[in-house]
């Protein structure tokens, strides 16, 4: 079973616990259990962009490594033409 089911199963756990609580009590702990909710699920969106754009910057970051080096072999290549001509 995985994180967010596990959660899920425990939250709705928690729910049917607390059901016999009077009113005030019950309806407090149901809001906190929905902020709750709503929280884990903020954080998992926001883990998500993170991890997009950790793979975007991966992906520039291989790009301008791989164009640093063609200009340095671009260069050594032109240094070498300059050189014979010299």
Do not use: C
Not at 39 to 49: C, F, H, M, V
């Amino acid at each position: 079973m995985n994180n967010e089911a596990m959660f899920e199963k425990q939250l709705q756990e928690l729910l049917r616990e607390i059901g016999p609580l009077p009113e005030p009590s019950y309806q407090k702990l149901v809001d906190l259990a929905r902020q709750t909710q709503q929280s884990r699920q903020q954080l998992k969106d926001s883990i998500g962009k993170l991890q997009d754009s950790l793979d975007y910057l991966r992906v520039s970051v291989k790009y301008l490594l791989f164009d640093l080096e063609a200009t340095r072999r671009e260069n050594a290549y032109l240094k070498s033409l300059l050189q014979k001509m010299e």
